[in-house]
């Protein structure tokens, strides 16, 4: 489509008003414990570290660092509620826990949003709208399949696996320890979480809540710290699965630390998704579908939509529209209603970001930033996109884990498939056409855990979710989650 | 190229370049407009733009000189207890009362825009709506809003429908156009969407959703649609189109709903009444009191705004 210089102007006269989400209901204790048995206990060498609010860089509160000591009592105290309440107690009242749960999650929602909000700098729409209520999903959804096993698994006797060691990311902290829970319980297994260092706070709250559910002692432990924490849930000799979600990196010594073992393990790692949008697609939801795929939680998804293959005859058509759209999105105060996107998780994740768009211009590429005013303080990436770029450059095939997003073009539908291909990962894609058969062949050419057609970034409790290749293994989400975490007879 | 465009007779886009619309995609961004959160200025700002936005309209079968004179009343002192109000764009009546309104506005900066062209049905030859068109510029309208023929649209007479826009914009003479679509029967956004485009291209000066006779009227979802139109008329010409909604807006919730996905979609160039109209009556008084609310802490009865 021809174009003429005509512009549009986003910065208008009309402002809207700062909507700040108010923290007056919300509580957070100056100084956290470790959860292990039922109680918020210190740990043992009376270590802490600090959590920071990353769009005000300003402390939140101290937070327990546990060591090997501590995770060994953890450890014994899952164990004990394995062996003498959690695997005996009747399937149904573990339900009955999980619905307890799920309910009670609704209730504190606003609550559990604004500290999500607080801790690790995502949009409160976001918090409110997605994290929160897909958290309480998920404990709703395992809390139905509690005493329904037998069905999911027909003709098999399903028995819990025992003591579940789980590690999860700072990019969906609440949403993530639910991923992780609820199919836990649900199967009879007790759980050892470690929810990580930058973003503890929700899954301390978890623990409160856990408390106040009257959940038997011992069944969930968290245990908060870094590195070294997870290292010693994942070698400790009495853990019997490890679930982990985070860097390909980490996932990689994981493995190898487990290889003989004999535990059980899931992976959720990396990715670098294909977007793929057909000129026959409709242009300006696919652009929406772009926007939603690569600037959700600043790019901090591992399913996120980070390379844009688009057919060529539409290519200059879909990045004037993105730009233009690169220009409406709000970018700031994590805890204001109007917010897009919020603040980059920490400072080191902040510093990687840059990292990668410097690399990005000296291989070449062109650099569009939107125009968007930042904050003083705080840590904050305006949305970038990259074009002029291909296959072999590093922006291309690395995870950036940030609102960067890289675009090529195509011709034909096989290239785009090989683009597609073209990676080490294989969590998610997108497709975007009018047309249901292309959108089939596609879906089915792709090699990654989840496809979207003509949207992006949707999750339901009852789909499983995983990756190919360095993705991962193992699935989460769905029946499959639960196979996670059974042992069949 | 937009003074190309101009010299050379308009000519029928090819329809099937349009872009496709996806109508879940466009409700999630819908719900995204509706989530934005205006509070206090902004709001008050917001309240006060929509007022200076409405082509205040009544067509009834019933109307009188005296209501539409009330109406143009109404229209000029929109509520004098409060200070500091705008007001309305224009007032929006039949042909046969062009006149009354032109009168009764006299001297004030207040449009007299007239529905033409056999409204609401357009079921009436061309020779008819020209006429019907005619009577309303001569009668002092500055604004015409004509209906295009659904039927011959929905049969694909696409060029039948187009060169019947050109008419009556060539009738109009120094009037402005607004074309109204009626989408409300042409049940997909794919089709609102080359409606739009056909419209501007013949040489609408506005597009407009509904006539308010046929349900639904204006929506969100439609409404977006072709706001990107126009986005994408006005980058492919250079050319400003202007919107109007109209039909089923009749709370301030909702209008301020309409300006944050104007603001969003098409920015600061179409935030004035030049170039966004809400064709809608109730709106008024809904607005106003919003603003007493915003003023003085409290709702006040309906009884204090007075009812035209």
Redesign the interface.
């Given at each position: 489509m021809a174009r003429t210089e005509s512009k549009l102007e986003f910065d208008t006269d009309w402002k809207y008003s700062p909507a700040p989400e108010s923290t007056d209901h919300i509580r957070i204790d100056p100084q956290y414990e470790l959860f292990i048995g039922g109680k918020f206990v210190a740990p043992r060498e009376r270590q802490y570290f600090d959590t920071i609010n990353p769009a005000r860089e300003k402390t939140l509160a101290r937070v327990a660092r546990a060591d090997r000591g501590d995770v060994d009592r953890a450890v014994a105290a899952a164990r004990r509620a394995y062996e003498r309440a959690w695997s005996k107690l009747e399937p149904a009242e573990r339900g009955k826990y999980l619905y307890r749960i799920a309910r009670m999650l609704q209730e504190r929602s606003r609550e559990f949003a604004a500290i999500e909000s607080l801790d690790g700098g995502k949009p409160i729409r976001e918090s409110r709208d997605v994290d929160v209520p897909l958290a309480a999903a998920h404990f709703f959804y395992y809390a139905g399949w509690a005493d329904k096993l037998e069905y999911a698994f027909p003709g098999r006797r399903a028995a819990p696996l025992g003591v579940a060691g789980q590690i999860i990311p700072w990019n969906f902290p609440l949403l993530m320890a639910a991923w992780k829970i609820a199919p836990a319980l649900a199967c009879g297994n007790t759980v050892v979480l470690k929810p990580a260092e930058t973003t503890p706070l929700t899954a301390l709250k978890l623990a409160e809540l856990m408390r106040d559910v009257d959940l038997p002692p011992g069944v969930v432990n968290i245990v908060t710290g870094a590195g070294d924490t997870g290292a010693a849930i994942v070698e400790h000799p009495d853990v019997d699965k490890i679930a982990f979600t985070g860097s390909t990196e980490v996932g990689r010594l994981i493995q190898r630390r487990l290889a003989g073992t004999g535990k059980h393990f899931t992976l959720e790692l990396g990715g670098k998704a294909a977007n793929v949008i057909f000129a026959d697609a409709a242009i300006d939801q696919a652009v929406e579908g772009i926007v939603n795929g690569i600037f959700f939680n600043q790019g901090h998804v591992c399913c996120a939509g980070s390379r844009l293959l688009v057919q060529e005859s539409v290519a200059d058509e879909v990045i004037a529209k993105l730009k233009e759209r690169m220009e409406t999105l709000i970018v700031g105060d994590p805890l204001d209603k109007n917010t897009d996107i919020g603040a980059i998780n920490s400072a080191a994740q902040l510093e990687k970001i840059e990292q990668y768009l410097r690399i990005g211009q000296a291989e070449g590429g062109e650099m569009y930033q939107s125009s968007c005013s930042l904050p003083e303080t705080g840590y904050w990436c305006r949305p970038t996109l990259f074009s002029g770029v291909s296959q072999s450059n590093r922006v291309v095939q690395e995870e950036i884990f940030g609102p960067v997003l890289s675009m090529q073009t195509f011709r034909t539908f096989q290239e785009a498939l090989d683009k597609a291909n073209n990676t080490p990962y294989g969590l998610s894609g997108g497709v975007w056409t009018d047309k249901g058969a292309k959108i089939f062949k596609m879906t089915r050419g792709i090699r990654a855990g989840v496809i979207w057609a003509n949207t992006f970034n949707k999750f339901d409790p009852s789909a499983p979710f995983g990756g190919y290749k360095e993705s991962g293994m193992g699935r989460e989400g769905g029946l499959h989650g639960l196979g996670a975490y059974v042992e069949l007879y | 190229?937009?003074v190309v465009a101009s010299s050379l007779p308009p000519q029928l886009p090819v329809l099937d370049r349009v872009?496709?619309?996806?109508e879940?995609?466009?409700e999630?961004?819908v719900a995204r407009f509706c989530?934005?959160?205006?509070?206090?200025?902004?709001?008050v700002?917001?309240l006060k733009?929509a007022l200076s936005m409405i082509d205040l309209t009544t067509l009834e079968g019933q109307d009188t000189r005296g209501k539409v004179t009330q109406l143009c009343q109404k229209a000029i002192h929109l509520h004098d207890a409060m200070p500091g109000l705008p007001h309305v764009a224009a007032v929006c009546v039949y042909p046969t009362m062009v006149g009354v309104a032109r009168q009764a506005l006299h001297g004030h900066d207040i449009k007299v825009a007239s529905v033409a062209t056999a409204f609401p049905s357009g079921m009436a030859p061309l020779s008819v709506k020209l006429e019907d068109t005619r009577v309303a510029v001569q009668e002092g309208a500055d604004e015409v809003d004509m209906v295009i023929s659904r039927g011959e649209f929905l049969q694909g007479e696409y060029s039948r429908v187009f060169d019947e826009i050109i008419a009556i914009k060539e009738a109009c003479g120094r009037a402005q156009l607004k074309v109204i679509l009626e989408t409300g029967e042409l049940g997909t956004l794919d089709r609102v969407r080359r409606a739009s485009i056909l419209a501007m291209h013949a040489g609408a000066d506005f597009i407009k959703t509904s006539t308010g006779k046929i349900q639904p009227a204006a929506t969100l979802p439609v409404t977006l649609v072709m706001l990107?139109a126009i986005?994408?008329y006005?980058?492919?010409?250079?050319r400003r189109v202007g919107m109007k909604p109209a039909g089923g807006i009749s709370k301030a919730k909702q209008a301020i709903q309409y300006?944050v996905m104007l603001?969003?979609t098409?920015?600061?160039?179409w935030?004035t009444p030049e170039w966004f109209r809400f064709g809608a009556s109730s709106l008024v008084n809904d607005l106003l009191m919003q603003l007493e609310k915003q003023r003085t802490g409290v709702y006040q009865s309906a009884d204090y705004f007075s009812k035209d």
């Open positions: - | 190229m937009s872009t496709r619309v996806d879940v995609g466009v999630e961004r989530s934005r959160s205006i509070k206090k200025e902004s709001k700002r917001a733009l990107q986005r994408d006005y980058h492919a010409t250079g300006l603001r969003e098409l920015g600061e160039g935030l």
